[in-house]
């Protein structure tokens, strides 16, 4: 078997084209959580916390000379990421959970009563005529 032949049956067995895809949306999600967070949960939080940024904190080892940079631990950096994904994280929790809740209640919905089977049917005709 030729090398492209068998890339051709790698690329299209279904696993491969369903991890593209769920990287594809899962690219697009990304982008959608991360407008909410920075456009929509945010600006709420940052009115509630004063507007810390701790993006700015550091400490330096080094100060800066002509011909070299300041060496700088910028752990400020560090606490802002960690706070980002804490929020992200509760974030992506509340939905998850609104969505979860929204498919019990479509799956709590009552079903159609199953048509009864023939028999029954037929059975129900003689008993109205017997009636009549």
């Known amino acids: 078997m030729s090398m492209i032949q068998e890339f051709k049956e790698f690329a299209i067995k279904g696993n491969v084209v369903d991890m593209a895809v769920g990287v594809i949306i899962g690219t697009a999600f990304g982008k959608i959580v991360s407008s909410l967070v920075t456009d929509v949960v ?5 009115v509630l916390i004063g507007g810390v940024d701790f993006s700015k904190l550091s400490f330096t080892l080094l100060e800066a000379t002509v011909s070299a ?7 400020g950096k560090f606490i802002q990421t960690v706070v ?12 998850i959970k609104g969505i979860n809740s929204m498919k019990k209640k479509a799956e709590a919905a009552p079903a159609a009563q199953p048509a ?9 005709e003689i008993r109205d005529l017997l009636k009549k």
């Open 42 to 46: 945010m600006p709420p939080i940052g």
């Open 84 to 95: 980002d994904f804490t929020i992200i994280a509760a974030v992506i929790f509340m939905v």
């Open 116 to 124: 009864p089977p023939p028999q029954e049917v037929l059975l129900r």
């Open 69 to 75: 940079p300041a060496v700088v631990i910028s752990y």
